[in-house]
T-cell receptor
Framework: GQQVMQIPQYQHVQEGEDFTTYCNSSTTLSNIQWYKQRPGGHPVFLIQLVKSGEVKKQKRLTFQFGEAKKNSSLHITATQTTDVGTYFCAGRATSGTYKYIFGTGTRLKVLA | EAGVAQSPRYKIIEKRQSVAFWCNPISGHATLYWYQQILGQGPKLLIQFQNNGVVDDSQLPKDRFSAERLKGVDSTLKIQPAKLEDSAVYLC??????????FGQGTRLTVV
């Protein structure tokens, strides 16, 4: 079945450093979503990418969808302590029930 | 706008007992999801409803888990009998037309 993996699993950065998490699907996706989950909280939607090669920015966050629609990345510029949490991608299948499969997540810790 | 409501927030039960979780989605959201999130992992879709019909329940352990969404609004998820490995956070989410999902606070289940 479809699998969505993320790397790295954990990342510790100094405040002000950049951070990137990568999302890789075993199958082609119709679209991909990104969520952030704070410690003890629930996932909160960040963005959705639909088009091949699409790039979207939200302030210090940059999201990319690969040309083959099998991978995606989230880059945070100049991290802040408020960026702490786990970042999940969720890829939507192109067949079957078109359900979203969540990735394994990348836990970000920002050291002040 | 009110968010997704879930209850209870926490539940501790002994193995082989039964438990039920309740979810009230955002008003007007046709799609409702139940996810299981084991500590340190990404959310795993258990069942997805479109109105009161089941879209996907391929990962629902049907020998012990059941879910219903009567009248296409509220939903309940039941586990009977519970096993130790069912200890997890059970997240309910809802969305319009399978776009961004809004998650509830979740129910943390501990099976002892």
């Amino acid at each position: 079945g479809q699998q969505v993996m993320q790397i790295p699993q954990y990342q510790h950065v100094q405040e002000g450093e950049d951070f990137t998490t990568y999302c890789n699907s075993s199958t082609t996706l119709s679209n991909i979503q990104w969520y952030k989950q704070r410690p003890g909280g629930h996932p909160v939607f960040l963005i959705q990418l639909v088009k091949s090669g699409e790039v979207k920015k939200q302030k210090r966050l940059t999201f990319q969808f690969g040309e083959a629609k099998k991978n995606s990345s989230l880059h945070i510029t100049a991290t802040q302590t408020t960026d702490v949490g786990t970042y999940f991608c969720a890829g939507r299948a192109t067949s079957g029930t078109y359900k979203y499969i969540f990735g394994t997540g990348t836990r970000l810790k920002v050291l002040a | 706008e009110a968010g997704v409501a879930q209850s209870p927030r926490y539940k501790i039960i002994e193995k082989r007992q039964s438990v039920a979780f309740w979810c009230n989605p955002i008003s007007g959201h046709a799609t409702l999801y139940w996810y299981q999130q084991i500590l340190g992992q990404g959310p795993k879709l258990l069942i997805q409803f479109q109105n009161n019909g089941v879209v996907d329940d391929s990962q629902l352990p049907k020998d012990r888990f059941s879910a219903e969404r009567l009248k296409g609004v509220d939903s309940t998820l039941k586990i009977q009998p519970a096993k130790l490995e069912d200890s997890a956070v059970y997240l309910c989410a809802s969305s319009l037309e399978e776009t961004e999902a809004f998650f509830g606070q979740g129910t943390r289940l501990t099976v002892v």
